[in-house]
């Protein structure tokens, strides 16, 4: 009788701590300021080398510790001084960087480097950090179609 009652008991614990999301819940903010105010460059995950231009910045994260993704939109003029900061990444590493998703609605699937573009595929210019200021554990994607501009990186790295 009560090997059953610690049976039920393991049995609901795995249930209810298996349905407990996975990290904290997506974030939006329409300007880089927002983010700022809302705390996200003191909490580590809005870097402070993200452009001021940046907006509608969508923001997950895997809790303290874990990777990190970042969605905004930047404007062609300081697009170019973001990208003279960084590295060029292979084509061939794509299929790699591609495969740890944040699951959420606004990141993309794969990438793409022909046309006609699939629908959640991402035709995008792919660079790393280089160690300053730029970490080189970060990866940003400037989707070729938009001025969409997305992030990722591993925290702690």
């Keep these: 009788m009560r090997c059953r009652r610690v049976i039920r008991f393991l049995v609901l614990a795995v ?7 996975a990290g904290p819940p997506s974030r939006v903010y329409a300007t880089h300021a927002d983010a700022v ?17 940046a907006t ?11 990777p990190r993704w970042l969605r905004f939109r ?3 003029s300081a697009r170019g001084a973001l990208q003279g900061q960084l590295r060029s990444v292979p084509d061939s590493s794509l299929p790699d960087l591609a ?4 699951g959420v609605s ?7 480097q022909v046309e006609p573009a699939d629908d959640g595929a991402l035709n995008a210019w ?4 280089t160690g ?3 970490a080189q554990a970060a990866y940003l994607a400037f989707d070729q179609a938009s001025d969409l501009v997305y992030l990722w990186w591993e925290a702690g790295r």
């Design 15 to 21: 249930a209810v701590s298996s349905c407990r999301p």
């Design 99 to 102: 495969s740890q998703r944040p």
């Design 74 to 76: 930047l404007p062609d």
């Design 37 to 53: 105010t809302a705390g996200e460059v003191s909490r580590g995950v809005l870097p402070a080398w993200v452009p001021i231009q």
């Design 132 to 134: 300053s200021p730029i």
């Design 126 to 129: 792919v660079y790393q950090g």
């Design 106 to 112: 606004w990141w993309f699937q794969h990438f793409i």
């Design 56 to 66: 509608e910045i969508h923001i997950q994260d895997g809790g303290e510790g874990g």
